[in-house]
């Protein structure tokens, strides 16, 4: 293997421009591969590093958010380049800290680059300012004034890494990227799994604001392996809003410290679900193999550790029901165990699974080989009744783990949906004769799902425009929005309306020349510049 930049991992936090070791105990990645503590040591941080990092956040907003929209997309361009600059040394120490393969993380930070990339084209396109020009009526009775709006930044964002994507959804993933994008500061806390990769990411990050000549505040990385340095984070007066992919529990305990504060904030959080899955029954009878394998391969994939795991599936009985069942469990009898992210995930897994078996009514329908301190792949079943008795029954079970509910009838399979929560997709598996029940189906999971998807599996998630990551609660916080692709800009953004200013006083999106080129809308209409 060869790496490009070599680049030194040394346990410190980047605040701003400057490396600071934090003085609250200390603490080493662990690897799920050796079973052992990585080198070095990171030091954590403590009210006084929150302090000075949210700070320089503040004191960089301003002059940050008004950079014209070309300076903040070649900022994320340059992030990108650094990123892959850093060739397999990252690669490298992500695998080491979380076990994943390195094939994986090669598509993991391809995926990170090109939402970088992405977002800085959205930048120049110019669209997410939402530009809208009401001209004056001063004939009208009464007189209209000049108005004028367009969004802008809300302020400092924290962003928290993700456990189970080191890159994609951690320092440099979609919620630093659309934060810096709208024009938000971002100060970063590590994911104390994978604090290395998370050293090197902001290493790459506090050098492209360096060269870019922006405010050293920009950006800033800490580290704490508990939750002290979050919370205070997230009651830091300059944060005004959060970023976060992980547990129910963890997205709440942010929401509460966010609406407890003297001025409370947004928590963008993405939580939990298990993806429902509904085999129809047409689909079902004419290829129920094909299915079977299909799911094996969504649950597997990554050893299960995507928040789009296929954890549920509804179907209604009967012998393609059966036929399902055997070809997953002969799919799934030759998968190998594996490695989880950390002994903790690993730990919760299993208890997981322990619970799901106590569960009355529950079956094991299949199983994949075993292996000591590895995460075996299991499908369960239980009957529509025994699934709607048991609140239990919904909750994720983090790791290659799905439950199948079968149904009586499409009665039933409708009453397993009213009952469902909220989640991050839904998937319809079927063929053209279970359209008339598809129709009937739609409307229960468009109020429950912020993506729908026919003839696919929910593992693998596009960054786009289109894409909608996000969905009611408990999938996340506010289903209103999306983490992954542009629309996941519009968190950080909002509304400012100018009105009868001078020309020479409006921001340039606003101008009567354009001088930005924007298409804008006039009295409502959209008009392309130049009209």
């Given at each position: 293997?060869?790496?490009?930049?070599?680049?030194?991992?040394?346990?410190?936090?980047?605040?701003?421009?400057?490396?600071?070791?934090?003085?609250?105990?200390?603490?080493?990645?662990?690897?799920?591969?050796?079973?052992?503590?990585?080198?070095?040591?990171?030091?954590?941080?403590?009210?006084?590093?929150?302090?000075?990092?949210?700070?320089?956040?503040?004191?960089?907003?301003?002059?940050?958010?008004?950079?014209?929209?070309?300076?903040?997309?070649?900022?994320?361009?340059?992030?990108?380049?650094?990123?892959?600059?850093?060739?397999?040394?990252?690669?490298?120490?992500?695998?080491?800290?979380?076990?994943?393969?390195?094939?994986?993380?090669?598509?993991?930070?391809?995926?990170?680059?090109?939402?970088?990339?992405?977002?800085?084209?959205?930048?120049?396109?110019?669209?997410?300012?939402?530009?809208?020009?009401?001209?004056?009526?001063?004939?009208?009775?009464?007189?209209?004034?000049?108005?004028?709006?367009?969004?802008?930044?809300?302020?400092?964002?924290?962003?928290?890494?993700?456990?189970?994507?080191?890159?994609?959804?951690?320092?440099?993933?979609?919620?630093?990227?659309?934060?810096?994008?709208?024009?938000?500061?971002?100060?970063?806390?590590?994911?104390?799994?994978?604090?290395?990769?998370?050293?090197?990411?902001?290493?790459?990050?506090?050098?492209?604001?360096?060269?870019?000549?922006?405010?050293?505040?920009?950006?800033?990385?800490?580290?704490?392996?508990?939750?002290?340095?979050?919370?205070?984070?997230?009651?830091?007066?300059?944060?005004?809003?959060?970023?976060?992919?992980?547990?129910?529990?963890?997205?709440?305990?942010?929401?509460?410290?966010?609406?407890?504060?003297?001025?409370?904030?947004?928590?963008?959080?993405?939580?939990?679900?298990?993806?429902?899955?509904?085999?129809?029954?047409?689909?079902?009878?004419?290829?129920?193999?094909?299915?079977?394998?299909?799911?094996?391969?969504?649950?597997?994939?990554?050893?299960?550790?995507?928040?789009?795991?296929?954890?549920?599936?509804?179907?209604?009985?009967?012998?393609?029901?059966?036929?399902?069942?055997?070809?997953?469990?002969?799919?799934?009898?030759?998968r190998a165990a594996g490695t989880l992210l950390t002994p903790g995930i690993q730990r919760a897994y299993q208890?997981?699974?322990?619970?799901?078996?106590?569960?009355?009514?529950?079956?094991?329908?299949?199983?994949?080989?075993?292996?000591?301190?590895?995460?075996?792949?299991?499908?369960?079943?239980?009957?529509?009744?025994?699934?709607?008795?048991?609140?239990?029954?919904?909750?994720?079970?983090?790791?290659?783990?799905?439950?199948?509910?079968?149904?009586?009838?499409?009665?039933?399979?409708?009453?397993?949906?009213?009952?469902?929560?909220?989640?991050?997709?839904?998937?319809?598996?079927?063929?053209?004769d279970d359209h008339p029940l598809a129709h009937q189906l739609l409307p229960l999971l468009e109020r429950r799902?912020?993506?729908?998807?026919?003839?696919?599996?929910?593992?693998?998630?596009?960054?786009?425009?289109?894409?909608?990551?996000?969905?009611?609660?408990?999938?996340?916080?506010?289903?209103?929005?999306?983490?992954?692709?542009?629309?996941?800009?519009?968190?950080?953004?909002?509304?400012?309306?100018?009105?009868?200013?001078?020309?020479?006083?409006?921001?340039?999106?606003?101008?009567?020349?354009?001088?930005?080129?924007?298409?804008?809308q006039h009295e409502g209409i959209p008009r392309a510049p130049g009209r």
């Amino acid at each position: 293997m060869t790496t490009m930049t070599t680049m030194s991992i040394s346990g410190t936090q980047l605040i701003g421009s400057q490396e600071r070791l934090g003085l609250a105990g200390s603490f080493r990645a662990h690897s799920p591969l050796r079973g052992e503590a990585l080198e070095p040591p990171f030091g954590g941080g403590d009210a006084a590093d929150v302090e000075a990092a949210c700070r320089l956040a503040e004191q960089a907003f301003d002059e940050f958010r008004k950079l014209l929209p070309e300076r903040r997309a070649a900022l994320l361009e340059a992030i990108a380049e650094g990123l892959l600059a850093l060739g397999d040394t990252l690669l490298e120490r992500a695998h080491l800290e979380t076990a994943l393969p390195l094939a994986r993380l090669q598509g993991e930070r391809q995926r990170t680059v090109n939402q970088l990339r992405l977002f800085a084209d959205w930048l120049r396109a110019g669209q997410w300012q939402g530009a809208r020009l009401d001209a004056a009526l001063p004939e009208r009775q009464p007189p209209r004034p000049d108005l004028r709006a367009q969004r802008i930044a809300i302020g400092p964002v924290a962003v928290f890494g993700a456990s189970n994507f080191p890159l994609a959804f951690s320092v440099a993933g979609g919620d630093t990227a659309s934060a810096l994008a709208a024009g938000c500061p971002v100060v970063a806390k590590a994911h104390p799994a994978h604090p290395g990769t998370s050293e090197l990411v902001g290493r790459v990050i506090q050098r492209a604001v360096a060269e870019a000549g922006l405010p050293a505040g920009v950006f800033s990385l800490l580290h704490d392996a508990g939750t002290a340095l979050g919370q205070a984070l997230v009651q830091h007066p300059a944060i005004q809003a959060v970023g976060f992919t992980g547990s129910r529990r963890g997205g709440l305990a942010l929401q509460a410290l966010a609406q407890a504060r003297p001025q409370p904030i947004p928590v963008f959080a993405e939580m939990s679900a298990v993806n429902p899955v509904l085999l129809l029954p047409a689909a079902l009878s004419a290829r129920a193999e094909t299915l079977a394998q299909g799911f094996v391969d969504s649950l597997t994939l990554g050893v299960g550790q995507f928040c789009t795991n296929p954890g549920l599936l509804i179907a209604v009985a009967g012998p393609a029901l059966e036929r399902f069942v055997a070809a997953a469990a002969q799919a799934l009898a030759t998968r190998a165990a594996g490695t989880l992210l950390t002994p903790g995930i690993q730990r919760a897994y299993q208890q997981g699974l322990e619970q799901l078996d106590a569960q009355p009514g529950v079956q094991r329908a299949a199983a994949g080989l075993a292996a000591e301190g590895a995460a075996q792949a299991r499908l369960s079943r239980v009957s529509a009744p025994d699934f709607l008795a048991n609140p239990l029954l919904q909750e994720e079970c983090f790791g290659p783990s799905a439950l199948l509910v079968s149904c009586r009838d499409a009665g039933e399979l409708r009453a397993v949906l009213n009952a469902l929560d909220g989640q991050l997709t839904a998937t319809l598996q079927l063929d053209a004769d279970d359209h008339p029940l598809a129709h009937q189906l739609l409307p229960l999971l468009e109020r429950r799902a912020g993506r729908i998807i026919a003839n696919g599996w929910p593992t693998g998630v596009e960054v786009c425009h289109a894409m909608v990551h996000g969905g009611p609660f408990p999938a996340s916080s506010n289903a209103q929005h999306s983490s992954v692709g542009t629309l996941a800009m519009e968190r950080f953004l909002r509304p400012v309306c100018y009105q009868g200013f001078p020309d020479a006083l409006l921001p340039p999106a606003l101008q009567e020349a354009n001088p930005l080129q924007l298409h804008r809308q006039h009295e409502g209409i959209p008009r392309a510049p130049g009209r």
